[in-house]
């Protein structure tokens, strides 16, 4: 078992592009989160699937930020238009979806956006 | 809508000194959980401890946690801080049944110098 994959680690990107994030959660598992982790905020929620479907995106800045599950085996997060304020860890997670099970994270994408 | 609480965003410690990281929250959910992850430098963050009984220790790893719901705390405590312990500490609560997001602090920390 693998874990969590994502990429890539690091991203760097210019004012105005386009990052596209990607995860492989753990096979089996039927629920995907993402984060995004800043020193100010902490582990801040974006959005989850359950089974491929979105559940809650409540934490997504609408204009610019899109996540996506096309199969099982993994989703993207897309942020159109960088800004310098989208720097931050992005993490996905995965975990079985039961009540108070483990959250299994990744290592995370480091965007930077200059 | 939920919110976690950790006041302290750095907490240094002399080793063998004790450990106290404070988390507080709000939820609507009388059965709520709530979770200790830790965040290893270069690691994924991973689960800790969790409880969602009242009054009842909950130990793991040498640190151990009481969820008090009258005062809406889960505070970490460790009798004696090593230099292994130095990490980010995120306190982190889920409502239960039918409410499988989960919410972070702000994280906590934890630098133990010799």
């Known amino acids: 078992n693998a874990g969590v994959i994502q990429t890539p680690r690091h991203k760097v990107t210019g004012k105005g592009q386009e990052a596209t994030l990607w995860c492989e959660p753990i096979s089996g598992h039927s629920a995907v989160f993402w984060y995004r982790q800043t020193i100010v905020q902490g582990l801040e929620f974006l959005t989850y699937f359950r089974n491929q479907a979105p559940i809650d995106d409540s934490g997504m800045p609408k204009e610019r930020f899109s996540a996506q599950m096309p199969n099982q085996s993994h989703s993207t997060l897309k942020i159109q238009s960088t800004q310098p304020q989208d720097s931050a860890v992005y993490l996905c997670?995965?975990?079985?979806?039961?009540?108070?099970?483990?959250?299994?994270f990744g290592k995370g994408t480091r965007l930077t956006v200059v | 809508g939920d919110s976690v609480t950790q006041k302290e965003g750095l907490v240094t410690l002399t080793e063998g000194l004790p450990v106290m990281l404070n988390c507080t929250y709000q939820t609507i959910y009388s059965n709520a959980f709530l979770f200790w992850y830790v965040h290893y430098l270069n690691e994924s963050p991973r689960l800790l401890l969790k409880?969602?009984?009242?009054?009842k220790r909950t130990e793991h790893q040498g640190f151990h946690a009481t969820l008090h719901k009258s005062s809406s705390s889960f505070h970490l405590q460790k009798s004696s801080a090593q230099l292994s312990d130095s990490a980010l500490y995120y306190c982190a609560l889920s409502g239960g049944a039918g409410n499988y997001k989960y919410v972070f602090g702000a994280g906590t920390r934890l630098k133990v110098i010799a």
């Open positions: 997670a995965s975990s079985l979806y039961r009540v108070a099970t483990e959250v299994f």
């Open positions: 409880s969602s009984t009242d009054n």
